[in-house]
């Protein structure tokens, strides 16, 4: 069963749409994965932080509780 789908129009800088242009030319896809993608992130970072959880970067693999795959 196909998800139903609703067109945004989105405005945005210049600067933000070359930030977008160079992820999408980096990862190899395009501007509205990009997008989509950063919302999936962002989701995820709404629901942690309503758990009590914080969401920051770390250098070391092994410090990790959860990680986030199939962003990049």
Do not use: W, Y
């Amino acid at each position: 069963m196909p998800q139903d789908k609703v067109r945004l129009n989105l405005q945005v800088s210049s600067e933000l749409n070359q930030m977008l242009e160079t992820i999408a030319e980096d990862t190899g896809t395009q501007r509205s994965d990009v997008i989509r993608q950063a919302l999936a992130l962002m989701k995820v970072a709404h629901d942690a932080k309503r758990r009590g959880k914080h969401i920051g970067l770390v250098s070391d693999p092994d410090k990790l509780e959860t990680e986030i795959v199939g962003l990049l």
